[in-house]
C-alpha cells in the first residue's frame, strides 16, 4: 500500500487497477457514509473508466477483508482517524493476502494513508508531553497515541504538515523512539512506493518532508518535491 493523497495519485492508481476497474472505497460511517461514498466515488470516474463500489464500516465495527475480495484496487478514505485505526484492528495479514495474492493496489488518503504504516499516530495532534503541534483539528487533539497499522509502507505517515503544522509531532514521534521513521506528506501531495526496494517517488503540489532518527539522538529532516524520489527498506506489499 501507498501513502498516497492529492493530485497524481488517482491516474498512478488507476492505472495499475487496470482498464474498467472495480474500486472498493473503505469508508468509515460515522453518520455521513453515503455523502462520503458519493465525494469519492466522482473522483475516479474523471479520470478512468472504472466502478466505485463501497464496503460498508459501521462506525465502531471491523473492517472485513472478504467483503473486498473481487476489487481491482482498494482506496482507503479520510476520516477519524482512530476510528480507521480500529476498523483495520485484528486484519493486518487477511489485508496483506489480499492485496499480494492478486496485486490489489491500494492507496490512502488522509487518514488512509495514516493507517497504511506498520505503526499508526492513532490520535493526538499536540502533545507527546509537550506541544509539538498547532494547527490540528480540535477533535484530534491531545497526547499522541501510536497503535498497530496495516504494516503496507515502510515509516509512519503524517498528512498535512504544511496546513497544520504536523511536522512537529512526527518528528517528536521518531526522536522519543515511538515510531523508527516517517512520512509527512502536504496537501495535493502523493508518494508511490513499490514493493521491490526500488525508490520511493513524490508528486503533486507539495512536499514530502522523510523524519529519520538520528545517531546523536533527536530526529533530521529531508523534504523532496514532485520529481524527486528516495530509498527506504522494502516495502511488505505492492503498493501505488
Known sequence: MGAV???????????????????GCVIVDEGDGAEEFARYDAVPRKVADCRPV?????LGERFEPGAAADVDGLLVCGGLTPAYVGAFAGCREQTHRLLGERGVPCPGFSTGAVVAAADAVARGGGWTGSRCARGTPPRSRGEVEVRPGLGLVPFEVDVRPAQWGTLGRLVA?????RVPRGLA???????EVPVDGAPVRVAGLGRAHLVRSAAEGGAVVRSYT??????????TARSV
Open 5 to 23: 493523497r492529492g493530485r497524481g495519485g488517482p491516474r498512478a492508481f488507476l492505472r495499475a487497477a487496470g482498464t474498467a476497474a472495480r474500486i
Open 54 to 58: 463501497p464496503p460498508p464500516v459501521p
Open 173 to 177: 514521534a521518531v526522536a522519543s523512539g
Open 185 to 191: 506528506l502536504d496537501e495535493d501531495t502523493v508518494v
Open 226 to 235: 514532485a520529481g524527486e524520489s528516495f530509498t527506504v527498506p522494502q516495502a
